[in-house]
Every structure is written in structure tokens, then in C-alpha cells.
């Protein structure tokens, strides 16, 4: 399984991006979650969507980040709207079921005060 994540840039406080995450030469169903990498800090869960559809999201993010799937197209998104300095960071996808477990190479993210 490969992972390719796209959608990073740089934008101002209060902007909005979309990450996209596509998988490929998937074999079983995952589920698909977004991390996140500030600099000097450790990698931090920021939002899940499970096989089965349910989503959960990390306190700081919820009511301004959506998680959404396509699972025809292998596709999960992150819509981040009024982003904050505190979200810059390297955004990583993730694949996991039960011991498979698959990470993207990672867009990104600088957001400006």
C-alpha cells in the first residue's frame, strides 16, 4: 500500500486548505487518519475516519477540520478551515487495520499570524 498525500502550502490565519490522501494497490479496507508534525515536537493524532465511517477528531481541531472519504477512489480529505499558527506542521495520512499499519510521505502545512 502507498500512500500520497497533497494539499499543503502556506496560507494566512483564519484561511482554509484541503489535504487529500490516496491510497493505492489497497488489498483490505483501512482506516485512514490524519497526523500531524510541528517542528521539535512529536507527531500528534489530529483526525480518524474508520472503515466503518466513524470520525473522531482531536479536541483542538473539532468544529474546523472535516475528515471525508471516497472509498471508490481510495481517497480521504482533511477540509482545515480557520487555521491557526498552532496547525503548522508536516500533515502525515495513515492507513491502519488490525497489524497493517502504512504511513504517507507528509505535506506541509505553515500557517501565519
Known amino acids: 500500500v502507498q500512500l500520497q498525500a497533497s494539499g499543503g502550502g502556506s496560507v494566512q490565519a483564519g484561511d482554509s486548505l484541503t489535504l487529500s490522501c490516496t491510497a493505492s494497490?489497497?488489498?483490505?479496507?483501512?482506516?485512514m487518519g490524519w497526523y500531524r508534525q510541528a517542528p521539535g515536537k512529536q507527531r500528534e493524532f489530529v483526525a480518524v475516519?474508520?472503515?466503518?465511517?466513524?470520525?473522531n477528531y482531536r479536541d483542538s481541531v473539532k468544529g474546523r477540520f472535516t475528515v471525508s472519504k471516497d472509498d471508490a477512489k481510495n481517497t480521504v480529505w482533511l477540509r482545515m478551515n480557520d487555521l491557526k499558527p498552532e496547525d503548522t506542521g508536516v500533515y502525515f495520512c495513515?492507513?491502519?487495520?488490525?497489524?497493517?499499519?502504512?504511513w504517507g510521505q507528509g505535506t506541509l502545512v505553515t500557517v501565519s499570524s
Open positions: 495513515n492507513g491502519s487495520f488490525r497489524d497493517l499499519n502504512y
Open positions: 494497490r489497497v488489498t483490505v479496507p483501512l482506516n
Open positions: 475516519i474508520t472503515r466503518g465511517g466513524s470520525i
